[in-house]
């Protein structure tokens, strides 16, 4: 994209050239990384790959989140029975610590993905069908499977809608009621994309 060659090139003349970048930091722009109006420019086929990416994204993120909340719940868990001591337990919590930032990285990736595909869905028409299975991520929907919500009455509790929605299976994964997700982009037409190169 053309836009992302000058943006590319603005960034270089900014860039304090003491400092090397790490290939990760380095800015990709994709379509909806850029701004609006040169958004609405891009050709659709990328449009249409970076929502697969997006989408691809977002059930990775989900996945990454659930085993992060089964990993804090398990050392919860274990801290409550087996832990004893000062330093035992300034263990256990500094661990709890890291597996918390993990859960607050997965979810921030994931409505980042989401955000991108509300975008990208936008400027392609794509029904809005795909909302119903990756929801907004709300901060009371971050919880393990078997911590109650603040509605929830003794003895009934209701999962979050992270651990009912359908997502990719692994062949070693134990989530038996998760199915795989469904690319909403079907009803696309393929396009002839000889003219945009």
């Given at each position: ?183 909403y982009l079907s009803h696309i037409p393929v396009l002839n994309t000889d003219h945009f190169l």
């Amino acid at each position: 994209m053309p836009i992302a060659a000058r943006q590319r090139a603005l960034d270089d003349q900014l860039a304090d050239e003491d400092v090397e970048v790490p290939a990760y930091d380095i800015a990709l722009y994709l379509p909806s990384q850029l701004p609006a109006q040169s958004r609405k420019r891009c050709p659709p086929k990328l449009l249409e790959y970076e929502f697969r990416l997006r989408e691809a994204e977002a059930y990775e993120s989900l996945d990454e989140l659930r085993q992060h909340l089964r990993l804090r719940s398990y050392e919860w868990n274990y801290k409550k029975r087996h832990t004893v001591g000062q330093s035992a337990q300034t263990r256990a919590q500094n661990l709890i610590a890291r597996v918390e930032s993990k859960v607050n990285a997965s979810a921030s990736k994931y409505t980042d993905a989401r955000n991108a595909m509300s975008d990208l869905g936008t400027l392609l028409h794509i029904q809005p069908t795909w909302q119903r299975t990756l929801r907004r991520l709300q901060k009371e929907d971050i919880r393990h499977l078997s911590e109650a919500n603040d509605g929830d009455t003794e003895g009934r509790r209701t999962p979050s809608w992270i651990w009912m929605t359908e997502g990719v299976i692994c062949e070693d994964s134990d989530d038996l009621g998760l199915q795989e997700g469904t690319s909403y982009l079907s009803h696309i037409p393929v396009l002839n994309t000889d003219h945009f190169l």
